[in-house]
């Protein structure tokens, strides 16, 4: 796979309906959490310190389209520059032959409220199924997680699960950090979500 289908892999883990008693294996929905997902609205679970800077963060999305387009999407860099906010740089450093593993280069720029973040992380890769990441090097104090798809029977829709533990770097301001959760992955979701809609049959 060339620079022409260049891949990416980015943070979050979520559970899809109606499959979605469980969390990624780990936390229940509620009903309410489970209707919001059916009826199309976005699930995001934060648990963080006491600065709200660093923690856990869980997400959860329905995308009408089927698990490939999905999956191509999530990982071509072409398409993240597209609707991952703030990105500048999406680059693959090196990848393994069979594709099941990449080493890749992102650098954020959130303009002049602080320094860009820049990081190399390793994706591990199963086709239209699960992306396993973590920083090998870069600004991240922490960073790694998986993005699950799981897809409906009939191939119509698929469950889209985050989970990500992150630690952002030191030059990052609390409420920038907290903006991140609160207001940039609702957003990428939801960009994710209508660029892949809009490829689907």
Excluded at 26 to 54: F, Y
Excluded at 83 to 103: F, G, I
Excluded at 138 to 143: E, I, P, R, S, T
Excluded at 173 to 187: C, G, I, T
């Amino acid at each position: 796979m060339g620079p022409p289908r260049q891949r990416i892999a980015l943070a979050l883990a979520l559970c899809l309906l109606p499959a979605c008693a469980a969390w990624a294996g780990e936390t229940a929905l509620t009903p309410a959490e489970a209707q919001r997902v059916a009826a199309r609205g976005i699930v995001i679970k934060a648990v963080l310190d006491a600065t709200q800077r660093r923690g856990t963060v869980r997400a959860a999305i329905r995308v009408d389209a089927p698990a490939h387009v999905v999956f191509r999407m999530m990982t071509r860099c072409e398409d993240a520059m597209q609707y991952v906010p703030h990105m500048r740089l999406c680059r693959v450093r090196d990848q393994a032959a069979d594709n099941t593993w990449q080493l890749v280069e992102h650098e954020i720029d959130f303009g002049w409220y602080a320094p860009r973040i820049k990081y190399i992380f390793r994706a591990d890769l199963v086709p239209d199924r699960r992306i396993d990441f973590h920083q090998v090097s870069g600004d991240f104090k922490a960073y790694q997680g998986t993005w699950e798809l799981q897809p409906a029977e009939d191939g119509s829709h698929t469950l889209l699960l985050y989970r990500a533990y992150i630690d952002p770097p030191a030059f990052i301001p609390n409420w920038l950090a907290r903006s991140s959760f609160r207001r940039e992955m609702p957003q990428m979701l939801t960009d994710l979500r209508r660029r892949c809609e809009a490829l689907s049959p």
